[in-house]
């Protein structure tokens, strides 16, 4: 991979820490400044919305820049919101520099796939996408649980500096890897729009939204399962949460090298089924302490082998002004993240018990096929030849 997808992957994995580390230091941060644990959930939350807006916001208002520029720009926004975070003398400043930092977050993402697809031949397209996403994927296998232990021995505020610092570090690295005539994003405000209202783009964006909230129907409620019913010690989640960014990373690896060499529409079908049927074999599993971990590994590889895929058919489905349409896709995961939590906590509400939330998330991946399939016959009919 080009050397430039490679400092664009440094700059997610400063994403990746951005938006998980700080549940590891949710406790410190809200005895640090005198709040409760469900006020403190506030600062997740506020990264989220961050996501959600930023992303379509700050893409259009970028539109017309150099991409290498947009890309400069989306991360010294991210850099500016963690050294805020890391000097917020108040909970509420410390609030805003969470939404903030999470502005350019799907931003960052969707403009940096673009440039990514763009340095390879057409048919490592995905692969290359696959290769930027991995930094959020180690940043959960690594760099979470260290900037959490890092942020227990010195201080929460620590770990928003070091994440700083590597934004930084990005930034230098793209000036120096990414060259002005990358990629010049040319195509109008209005086409962006027009090419995001596609049947195509927005099935794509939907079946993102259903189907893989049956991941985070499964990934929100993992600690409890993994010790109220497989029976694992609390000092062993850690490793199993490192199982999951394990399963992450490879997904996201073979899920590239998947949609590069078969139909990314048909790729995306096939990974949402595997995900349903292992989330109802997961019903039963996560009562062994055998057959658990393998079922977490499992869940989060298909759960992260769709990313790429799914980059690649909205990619193709914006034509010349994808722009929008790729960083929506971040929004969609967010809002997957919140529908499947939302589910789990449904049934769990419902008394239904702790093997309840993977099969709310079997529902979820299911329905999630509706959309896929609809994007494989909308193409046909796109490509039928009249008689």
Do not use: K
């Given at each position: 991979?080009?050397?430039?997808?490679?400092?664009?992957?440094?700059g997610?994995?400063?994403?990746?820490?951005?938006e998980?580390?700080?549940?590891?230091?949710?406790?410190?941060?809200?005895?640090?400044l005198?709040?409760s644990l469900?006020?403190?959930?506030?600062?997740?939350?506020?990264?989220?919305?961050?996501?959600?807006?930023?992303?379509?916001?700050?893409?259009?208002?970028?539109v017309?820049?150099?991409r290498?520029?947009?890309l400069?720009?989306?991360?010294?926004?991210?850099?500016?919101?963690?050294a805020l975070?890391?000097?917020?003398?108040?909970?509420?400043?410390?609030v805003?520099?969470r939404?903030?930092?999470?502005?350019?977050h799907?931003a960052?993402?969707?403009?940096?796939?673009?440039?990514?697809a763009?340095?390879?031949a057409?048919?490592?397209?995905?692969?290359?996408?696959?290769s930027?996403v991995l930094?959020l994927?180690?940043?959960?296998?690594?760099?979470v649980?260290?900037?959490?232990?890092?942020?227990?021995?010195?201080?929460?505020r620590?770990a928003?500096?070091?994440?700083?610092?590597?934004?930084?570090?990005?930034?230098a690295?793209?000036?120096?890897?990414?060259t002005?005539?990358?990629?010049?994003?040319?195509p109008?405000?209005?086409?962006?729009f027009?090419?995001?209202r596609?049947?195509?783009?927005?099935?794509?964006?939907?079946?993102?939204?259903?189907?893989?909230?049956g991941?985070?129907?499964?990934?929100?409620?993992?600690?409890p399962?993994?010790?109220?019913?497989?029976g694992?010690?609390?000092?062993?989640?850690?490793?199993?949460?490192?199982?999951?960014?394990?399963?992450?990373t490879?997904?996201?690896?073979?899920?590239g090298?998947l949609a590069?060499?078969?139909?990314?529409?048909?790729?995306v079908v096939a990974l949402?089924?595997?995900q349903?049927?292992l989330?109802?074999?997961?019903?039963?599993?996560?009562h062994?302490?055998?057959?658990?971990?393998?079922?977490?590994f499992?869940?989060?590889a298909?759960?992260?082998?769709?990313?790429?895929?799914v980059?690649?058919?909205?990619?193709?489905?914006?034509?010349?002004?994808p722009?929008?349409?790729?960083?929506s896709?971040q929004?969609?995961?967010?809002?997957?993240?919140a529908?499947?939590?939302?589910a789990?906590?449904?049934v769990?509400?419902?008394?239904?018990g702790?093997?309840?939330?993977?099969?709310?998330?079997?529902?979820?991946?299911?329905?999630?096929?509706?959309?896929?399939?609809?994007?494989?016959?909308?193409a046909?009919?796109?490509?039928?030849?009249?008689a």
């Amino acid at each position: 991979m080009p050397v430039a997808i490679v400092v664009m992957a440094l700059g997610t994995f400063a994403i990746g820490l951005s938006e998980f580390a700080v549940m590891g230091l949710l406790p410190r941060i809200a005895a640090d400044l005198g709040v409760s644990l469900p006020v403190g959930g506030n600062l997740v939350t506020a990264y989220a919305v961050g996501v959600v807006v930023g992303a379509p916001l700050l893409t259009a208002a970028a539109v017309r820049l150099r991409r290498r520029t947009a890309l400069l720009l989306f991360m010294a926004v991210f850099a500016a919101g963690n050294a805020l975070a890391a000097l917020a003398p108040t909970f509420g400043l410390l609030v805003v520099a969470r939404f903030l930092s999470g502005l350019p977050h799907g931003a960052f993402f969707g403009v940096g796939a673009l440039v990514a697809a763009s340095l390879v031949a057409p048919g490592r397209r995905a692969s290359a996408v696959a290769s930027m996403v991995l930094g959020l994927t180690v940043a959960n296998l690594v760099g979470v649980p260290a900037a959490t232990a890092l942020g227990g021995l010195l201080g929460w505020r620590l770990a928003f500096v070091l994440i700083t610092g590597l934004a930084l570090l990005c930034v230098a690295g793209m000036l120096a890897t990414l060259t002005r005539d990358t990629v010049t994003a040319r195509p109008s405000i209005g086409a962006e729009f027009a090419a995001l209202r596609r049947p195509a783009v927005l099935l794509a964006l939907g079946t993102v939204v259903v189907g893989c909230g049956g991941l985070f129907a499964f990934y929100t409620y993992i600690a409890p399962m993994m010790t109220d019913l497989a029976g694992f010690g609390t000092a062993t989640v850690p490793v199993l949460l490192g199982v999951f960014g394990l399963g992450m990373t490879v997904g996201t690896v073979a899920g590239g090298r998947l949609a590069d060499r078969f139909d990314p529409r048909r790729v995306v079908v096939a990974l949402l089924a595997a995900q349903a049927g292992l989330l109802v074999v997961a019903v039963a599993a996560v009562h062994s302490p055998v057959t658990a971990p393998v079922l977490v590994f499992g869940i989060g590889a298909v759960g992260l082998a769709i990313v790429p895929a799914v980059q690649t058919l909205v990619l193709d489905a914006a034509g010349e002004a994808p722009a929008l349409a790729s960083a929506s896709i971040q929004s969609a995961f967010n809002l997957a993240n919140a529908i499947g939590a939302a589910a789990g906590g449904l049934v769990l509400s419902a008394g239904l018990g702790l093997a309840a939330p993977p099969a709310a998330g079997a529902l979820l991946a299911a329905l999630g096929i509706v959309p896929a399939v609809a994007v494989i016959r909308y193409a046909r009919r796109r490509t039928a030849v009249p008689a």
